[in-house]
């Protein structure tokens, strides 16, 4: 029934989707961040789950600790108009909502009703750091250097786009 | 109900939340915050799919998730510096409220 | 006589561990292993902030703190029980969840990265494969506690002393990572362990450690300059500086709280020295051949006592830096000399042992690291200086 991975996950998962929606309905923008987080670190402890220690601490390093924190300094760059309570929905929220309900209930029924997700789990794979790295420097070198390229012009875009423009006197 | 559909079934429901959160808010940010969630989600499936699939000597879904956590990273650093430009010139990040080029 | 002194501790939890039913066994050997490493930490806590005061006192030419016990050694008590009792004053407007949390977001996350230290022969805790970036990963989780207690104390203040330490702290975290880089591409591995037994052995009298070779005492001087910034310690501590901005991001914490935060600050610091000895510095192994009688966790805490003494040495000469000299260091200094080190680690990994690659990787680092001294001195210039209200 209800085995010992079984039960880490379920208290995992809860983590993970309370911190979801709560940074998806909270009116307070900080508290939203947090909550995100408080969500990406479940799904890190989820990923150490399946054995992908790699993914797993990359996780923690790259999205608590770097992006977290930009969302962060973003939401408190851009507060100007506080005080007056606004509302937090959009003019079309309900076909927002109705279409994510609708992407989830076809989700949910290929998954509950394919034939190929019914296998169990195999034992777990051996991975460690030294197999990826050689897997990155071998068959995936290439999106490597892509990914390089296209950090970089990231960095420069995003510093070129949030720049102060200097007023010629 | 395998583990591998109790994953799978997690990061739909992820999906979903962050998918309604970035149709159904009005800042910019929490957009942004949905869109993170539906990228995370997207790797828990490539993770999920890579531990209990066929192959997973090849770490091709891990190598997958990799790439996909740094490409998210880029996109959320360019994604809130137009957000903070877009907030210098009409002063909000409403999103009902920047629409000067609605026709 | 040695070997058994060695194990001792490790024999110990296994004698421990099997006084245990068979279930409960690796539960047990697991809370032993946290509750002697929490324990040994603590004390080293009390231990760490008596020595801070009293080596910053006599460097500063006066006595530290000499009341409390024999030359005040029982100061970390009384500080304790103050600690302990005084009131804890939460502002009406804070952020009530979010302002308990912080503390707790910062000491958590600090004492799981001790978690993949070698203290010993065998004496790891937790022997990960990836144990280097584990450290990484919950050491960027402590930023988002420096954030809460800014944010939620809903103080000028404190929120501007907060983005201070997050920037100055996401500065330094990346030549702090390239600069453990060049260990762990010499080692091979990311396991803390394997880091240290590739510094085993000695030619003659000279141990194999990665400090003593020009690429790893450049990346060792690289990482603790790191580290300091990274805990926040002076030179680096204009955000909690005590005479500007009064204690910064947690100025409106008192009593257990800041107490917390005081300890997660000297932990975190404990756990970047331990994984500087562990990188550079040959982990447990000792020094000279003729010295490996002293047992190894011994020779890992001496390490760990001597950086700390370095840490206090630097904390009481050194001025504090300003915030953009700070920003300066570590982006057009540190960034340069971190990748210049990667590369002269990987030029000595592929020239022959002799004489030629010491003198050249020496070159390669000391070469630009006098020239982007001058460079960024004379603000740009390496032309000589012009005067333009002289002659």
């Not at chain 1, 993970?16 to 799904?43: D, F, Q």
């Not at chain 3, 002076?234 to 107490?259: C, N």
């Not at chain 3, 050194?318 to 982006?331: E, H, I, K, S, T």
Request: glycine residues 8%.
């Amino acid at each position: 029934m209800v085995n010992e991975p079984m039960a880490t996950l379920i208290v995992l998962a809860s983590l993970t989707l309370a911190g979801a929606l709560a940074a998806m309905w909270l009116r307070n923008l900080v508290h939203c961040a947090l909550a995100l987080a408080v969500s990406l670190a479940g799904l890190a402890a989820v990923y150490l789950q399946l054995d992908a220690q790699f993914v797993g601490f990359a996780q923690l390093l790259v999205y608590v600790g770097a992006v977290a924190i930009l969302i962060v300094f973003a939401i408190l760059l851009t507060r100007g108009s506080e005080p007056h309570p606004q509302p937090i929905l959009s003019s079309t929220w309900l076909v927002g909502a109705g279409v994510a309900v609708a992407v989830f209930a076809v989700f949910a029924w290929g998954i509950l009703s394919s034939k190929a997700v019914k296998q169990e789990a195999a034992p777990a794979p051996a991975t460690t750091v030294a197999q990826l790295g050689n897997q990155l420097m071998t068959h995936y070198i290439l999106p490597l250097e892509v990914l390089g390229l296209l950090l970089t012009s990231a960095l420069i875009g995003a510093v070129l786009i949030a720049m102060q423009e200097r007023r010629p006197r | 109900m395998t583990s591998l559909q109790a994953y799978l079934l997690l990061s739909a429901l992820l999906f979903a939340i962050g998918l309604a959160g970035a149709l159904a808010r009005r800042n910019a940010i929490i957009v942004l915050i949905g869109i993170e969630l539906m990228l995370n989600a997207a790797n828990l499936n490539f993770i999920a799919f890579w531990r209990f699939g066929p192959n997973p000597e090849a770490l091709t879904g891990v190598l997958f998730a990799i790439f996909s956590i740094g490409i998210a990273a880029a996109e959320a650093a360019v994604g809130l510096a137009l957000v903070i430009s877009i907030y210098r010139h009409q002063k909000t990040t409403d999103l009902g409220q920047v629409d000067s080029l609605k026709g | 006589m040695a070997e058994p002194l060695d194990q001792i501790f490790v024999t110990l939890k296994r004698l421990l561990v099997q006084l245990a039913p068979v279930g409960w066994q690796p539960f047990l050997a697991a809370i032993i292993s946290v509750a002697a490493v929490i324990a040994t930490f603590a004390a080293l806590f009390a231990l760490a902030t008596v020595l801070e005061r009293k080596g910053l006192g006599r460097i500063q030419n006066r006595y530290g703190p000499n009341r409390v016990g024999p030359f005040g050694f029982l100061q970390p008590v009384a500080d304790g029980l103050k600690a302990l009792t005084k009131e804890d004053v939460v502002p009406r407007a804070a952020d009530q969840l979010v302002h308990f949390l912080a503390p707790l977001v910062l000491v958590v996350p600090v004492f799981l990265s001790l978690a993949v230290l070698p203290m010993g022969r065998n004496m790891v805790p937790v022997d990960l494969d990836g144990g280097v970036l584990f450290f990484f990963a919950v050491g960027a989780a402590t930023e988002l506690s420096v954030f809460m207690a800014g944010w939620s104390s809903r103080n000028k203040y404190s929120l501007l002393g907060a983005m201070r330490a997050i920037a100055q702290m996401i500065s330094y975290e990346v030549p702090l990572i390239l600069s453990a880089l060049a260990a762990i591409m010499m080692a091979g591995s990311l396991s803390t362990v394997k880091i240290v037994e590739a510094q085993a052995g000695y030619t003659g009298w000279l141990p194999h450690w990665y400090a003593l070779t020009p690429w790893g005492f450049a990346g060792l001087l690289l990482f603790l300059i790191g580290a300091t910034a990274e805990s926040n310690r002076s030179p680096f501590d204009l955000p909690e500086g005590e005479s500007e901005i009064i204690a910064g991001y947690y100025v409106e914490y008192s009593g257990f709280k800041f107490a917390l935060f005081f300890l997660g600050e000297y932990i975190g610091m404990f756990a970047a020295s331990g994984l500087a000895i562990t990188l550079f510095l040959g982990g447990w192994h000792a020094p000279l051949p003729f010295l490996e009688w002293f047992p190894s966790w011994g020779w890992f805490f001496a390490k760990l006592l001597g950086l700390l003494a370095l840490f206090i040495w630097v904390r009481g000469t050194l001025p504090r830096l300003r915030m953009d000299q700070l920003m300066n260091f570590a982006w057009k200094f540190m960034l340069p000399m971190t990748l210049i080190n990667i590369l002269v680690t990987g030029a000595w990994r592929f020239m022959g042992a002799g004489a030629a690659r010491w003198v050249v990787c020496s070159l390669l680092i000391l070469v630009p690291y006098v020239l982007l001294g001058r460079v960024l001195r004379a603000g740009g210039q390496v032309a000589p200086r012009v005067y333009r209200y002289g002659e």
